[in-house]
Structures are given as C-alpha cells and as structure tokens.
C-alpha cells in the first residue's frame, strides 16, 4: 500500500473550521497522504456523524479519521469498515450513552476556561477572550484575531445527545494528549485515552496544537498511520 491510497479526514471541533486544519493538511500532503477537512454543521452530533460518512463515500480506499475537541465524539460516532484508524487530538470521547457534555465537564475546570452558555437559539459562541486565554493561547496575535473572527457557534444540542457505541471500542485509536490545555482538563484528557486503550502521545501543548503545534501533530498522525498501515514509500 503507498501513502496515497489513505484518506486522512480531518475533523474540526466547535468555533472553527476546515482552515483550522491548514498547517497539518500542507504537512500531511507533503507526507504523500490524501487529505480531506471534512466540514461540521454543528447543529447536532447525529448530523456531524451523517456529514463524516457523507466525506468517507467521496473517497475510496482506507480512511483515517482524526478529530479535534468535540470533534472526537463525532469520528468515535462513525460505523464504516473503510475506517481503519481513529487519532484524537485533545478531543472528547464520550462512552455510549455519555454526553460530550459529561466528558467536557468531568473534571475541574481550569480558571481561565470561558463560560459557556447557549443564547437564544440554542448556539454556544466562544467569548472573545476565550480564544486567547484558553482555546489557543499560545497562537499569535495575528492568528487569534482569525479565529476569533471565525468562529463557528455549536448549537446546545451537539452537547446533549447521547453517543452512539463508539467505534473506539474496535478499531485502533491513538490519542494526543495537550497536556496545557484551558479547555478540557488534561486529566480528563489521561482518563479518556486509558478507557480507550488509546496509543498516547502527550505533549506540553493548548488546546488547539493543530494551530500551535502542527508539526506535532502532523508527525503523530503520520507515525499513527505508519505503524497502522503497510506502507511501501
């Protein structure tokens, strides 16, 4: 198998999008990977879930899925044999019957963690502050003025829903551990990933490496494949 016959699908969390992908997509293509971000409505997990698989039967060959924060809930919601691999990057995992929610809050919060709270649609924004002081605060001051500027608002529902049985429990999964990240606790982080019997790689990094840390990432995802897949280049 060579490099180019995977499809690596990336799957951005909540208050992003696709872009926030761009420095590990150069990278991974670099690699000789295919790569996709696969785009979230945000409206409800069922419906991010329906919108991976909608990426996954755009593709052809073996997929690996790699999710960041709340995306983690929607890669483990997939069922699809092509999936041969899950990486979780600082994402949530919720069990089957477990709400990101109850992940999310599992543990303490750190104390510059925003609070979060619908408005009257139904939709979670971050705060401006929140960007800085915990979702990416270690991003530039050109960088946090993107993504705050945007920012993609996940609506309550995607919080509430129960999980589906995740596909964590049978398919390879490796998890990145942010262990500065403001978001989730990376305590929750360790219990998550020990559940999981994930392949752990932990790393002085916030809550969004794939904007601060690429080359971290875009290294573990590449070693995760490799030690995955057969591959002759």
């Known amino acids: 198998m060579n490099a180019t016959d995977i499809n690596i699908l990336l799957v951005h969390g909540a208050w992003a999008d696709g872009g926030s992908w761009n420095a590990v997509t150069l990278k991974l293509e670099q690699a000789g990977f295919k790569v996709v971000c ?24 073996p997929v690996v899925l790699v999710g960041h924060a709340y995306a ?3 890669i483990g ?5 092509r999936v041969g691999l899950l990486v979780y990057v600082a ?3 919720p069990d089957e019957g477990e709400t990101v929610a109850e992940v999310f809050y599992r543990d303490d919060a750190h104390p510059k963690r925003p609070e979060l709270s619908p408005d009257a649609q139904g939709d979670i924004w971050l705060p401006d502050a929140g960007f800085g002081d915990a979702f990416a605060p ?3 001051t050109e960088t946090l003025t993107i993504l705050r500027a945007t ?11 129960k999980a589906p049985r995740p596909a964590w429990k049978k ?8 262990e500065l990240d403001r978001m989730i606790n990376p305590q929750t982080q360790h219990f998550m990933a020990e559940r999981m019997k994930a392949t752990v790689r932990a790393q002085t990094v916030d809550h969004t490496p794939l904007v601060t840390a690429a080359d971290f990432v875009a290294d573990s995802v590449t ?3 490799r030690t995955t897949f057969t591959i002759t280049n």
């Open 223 to 225: 070693e995760a494949v």
């Open 91 to 93: 994402a949530l995992a």
């Open 171 to 178: 398919t390879p999964t490796w998890f990145l551990i942010a």
């Open 151 to 161: 920012q993609r608002p996940i609506s309550v529902a995607c919080i509430q829903e």
């Open 72 to 74: 983690g809930a929607v």
């Open 38 to 61: 696969a785009p979230l409505p945000l409206r409800t997990l069922f419906d991010d879930i329906q919108s991976v698989q909608n990426v996954i039967d755009r593709t052809k060959g």
């Open 77 to 81: 919601g997939v069922e699809d044999n």
């Open 138 to 140: 270690e991003a530039s």
